[in-house]
């Protein structure tokens, strides 16, 4: 069994700012890549930020200059820290990690439950 827990979310005024958590437990060989994603009522989950085993990131170009994903690979944890919130960035913010539980399997996606990001005007 794997689990990702997610932490952070919550209500925040515009031009705030709000760090999330994530830790992977359980059965894990290794972790590939880790990320967040969100999705806003009415639309489709969207890529925020990624950041590889190595370090190596990517941002939407939404939250670029805004948000800095980093991980702790001794902890199995992700982190999204998000500066200068707006009311677009309202939305469930899920965790992701690629992993691979042993030498056989194959790394696939694994998600957390998700956390509520609200950001008012």
């Known amino acids: 069994q794997v689990q990702l827990v997610e932490s952070g979310g919550g209500l925040v005024q515009a031009g705030g700012s709000l760090r999330l958590s994530c830790t992977a437990s359980?059965?894990?060989?290794?972790?590939?890549?880790m990320g967040w994603y969100r999705q806003a009522p009415g639309k489709q989950r969207e890529l925020v930020a990624a950041?590889?085993?190595?370090?190596?990131?990517n941002y939407a170009d939404s939250v670029k200059g805004r948000c800095t994903i980093s991980r702790d690979n001794g902890k199995n944890t992700v982190y999204l820290q998000m500066n200068s919130l707006k009311p677009e960035d309202t939305a469930v913010y899920y965790c992701?990690?690629?992993?691979?539980?042993?030498?056989?399997?194959?790394?696939?996606?694994?998600w957390g439950q998700g956390t509520q990001v609200t950001v008012s005007s």
């Open positions: 992701n990690a690629e992993l691979k539980r042993t030498s056989i399997l194959r790394a696939r996606d694994y």
């Open positions: 359980g059965s894990i060989l290794s972790i590939n890549a």
């Open positions: 950041i590889t085993s190595g370090g190596d990131t």
